[in-house]
């Protein structure tokens, strides 16, 4: 079945994610580790099933995630963690904002991340390749 038939299937779980609130590839797209032209190409997962990234959501309204091991937050250096933590919270909280929404999906990053993505040179529709 297409995935437009379907919805997105988690990479780790398989289930569907169903809302923008649910998806990591927009949470990461929103705090700028995904490129816009990478949307379509990256694979999904619920925001749960990556718990390393998970960890470092701070809202009452999301049950913590607790990720044991080398990557636990508890073992990471305290200001890296602040950084981590006000970056994921500040993209979980936009997601929320997203829900139902009907912005251009380059509106949809934080505001630090659209200025970045505005600053940059539109990419050519045609590759140059020079004569040798």
């Not at 990478?38 to 913590?64: G, K, S, T, Y």
Request: glycine fraction near 4%; aromatic fraction near 6%.
């Amino acid at each position: 079945m297409a995935r437009c038939d379907q919805g997105y299937l988690c990479d780790v779980c398989g289930d569907e994610v169903p809302e923008i609130v649910d998806s990591d590839l927009y949470l990461s797209f929103v705090i700028g580790l995904v490129e816009p032209r990478e949307l379509l190409a990256r694979p999904e997962r619920h925001i749960r099933c990556n718990p390393v990234q998970a960890q470092f959501i701070v809202d009452d309204r999301f049950e913590p995630v607790v990720v044991e091991g080398v990557f636990d937050k508890r073992k990471m250096d305290a200001e890296s963690v602040r950084t981590q933590e006000e970056l994921l919270t500040r993209g979980w909280r936009r997601l929320q904002e997203l829900a139902g929404q009907t912005l251009p999906f380059i509106e949809y990053p934080l505001p630090e991340v659209r200025e970045r993505l505005a600053e940059r040179p539109p990419a050519s529709p045609h590759r140059t390749v020079s004569p040798p």
